[in-house]
């Protein structure tokens, strides 16, 4: 899950905080189907950053799903309501998850939620590493054949201070390298900042990344100022070599965002599937009924100015493996990327 980008200024200036991943309970309201309801959407209608960038009429929504619910209306109804509103936002970063006593599923949006997704497994790509060390909680590394560098970023959670000597660590180790190839199909998100101070080991040139803008009042087109994200070289040295980028569709929130960072680099490309099309930052708000669900509330762009919220980062050349390759113990994507840099 990604956090928000630097400082969150939490809409209607409630809070500023360095991670959004956080929950926040409104005043107490008694706990009936149609108030639960009616705080999902409110919370949405004021929150979420990507209306009008997917084309949701979020009004009409209200009026569709709302008279299905009544004050007999029982929690898996409700659930299951609630899940097909929000299925018109097509957002991998939107759950509800219900309280354990209801013995209710997690809802989950976006395509995460919709398909199961078979086609990469670590214990596979562990069969073409020579050599696998692990630096923290986050960062997997090691040797391909072809005096190839692994480089597996599980997440961008910890500090940012955290990062700097890491790095100078794990690619001091692999400065010797032909190329590198950067595993991010195993990526769990996390901070903006992290990914692009990452992205910015591997730069040679300043160029702008993306660009963010936080919801920040009622109307669907209310946004703070846009925030802007550059690729330029950071840290004590950089990994200039050719890199391969492994993505996708479960490649998403900041996997994405390094993504997009990664475009601007010039000896970099993506090979694998798309990504899963969720880059906004989000935060987690709680029901009446002690329900908690999750509302992305930023606008992302890309270096150009495009949106690619749902639809996701096509990569360079498209390599998608299958169940049954992954099952017999072959990964395509990874021996492409191998190819590409043993040239």
């Not at 991998?92 to 949006?109: C, K, S």
């Not at 794990?170 to 992290?194: C, P, S």
């Not at 950071?234 to 200039?240: E, L, M």
């Not at 999750?294 to 096509?314: H, T, W």
Request: glycine residues 10%; hydrophobic residues 35%.
């Amino acid at each position: 899950m990604k956090t928000v980008l630097k400082n969150c200024l939490i809409i209607f200036g409630i809070f500023v905080l360095g991670a959004c991943e956080k929950s926040f309970i409104d005043p107490q309201v008694s706990n009936t189907p149609e108030n639960n309801f009616d705080a999902l959407w409110q919370e949405y209608d004021r929150l979420y950053g990507q209306f009008e960038v997917k084309k949701v009429d979020w009004n009409s929504l209200y009026k569709q799903y709302r008279p299905k619910i009544n004050s007999g209306t029982t929690d898996r109804e409700l659930l299951t309501v609630m899940g097909e509103m929000l299925d018109h936002l097509n957002d991998n970063h939107i759950y509800i998850r219900p309280t354990l006593n209801t013995g209710l599923p997690y809802y989950n949006g976006g395509i995460l939620g919709r398909q199961k997704f078979e086609d990469f497994s670590t214990k596979v790509v562990d069969k073409y590493l020579l050599e696998k060390k692990k630096y923290g909680n986050d960062i997997e590394y090691g040797w391909l054949p072809g005096n190839i560098g692994y480089l597996s970023l599980l997440s961008f959670s910890n500090d940012f201070n955290y990062y700097p000597e890491a790095m100078d660590i794990v690619l001091g180790e692999l400065k010797g390298a032909k190329g590198m190839v950067i595993e991010l199909r195993n990526n769990g998100g996390g901070e903006d900042r992290v990914a692009q101070y990452i992205v910015n080991r591997f730069a040679t040139t300043r160029h702008l990344s993306f660009t963010s803008r936080l919801r920040n009042g009622p109307n669907h087109n209310d946004f703070a100022s846009e925030i802007k994200f550059y690729t330029e070289p950071a840290g004590s040295f950089q990994f200039t070599k050719p890199v391969v980028v492994l993505t996708r569709r479960q490649t998403y929130s900041s996997g994405e965002t390094f993504v997009l960072g990664m475009k601007q680099v010039p000896h970099a490309m993506m090979v694998g599937d798309s990504t899963g099309g969720a880059f906004s930052d989000a935060i987690k708000r709680e029901l009446p009924n002690g329900w908690l669900y999750r509302v992305p509330i930023a606008d992302v762009r890309d270096a150009e100015g495009k949106s690619y919220e749902g639809i996701g980062l096509a990569p360079t050349l498209l390599v998608h493996n299958s169940k049954e390759e992954i099952e017999a113990g072959k990964d395509k994507a990874l021996e492409k990327a191998i190819e590409i840099l043993s040239k």
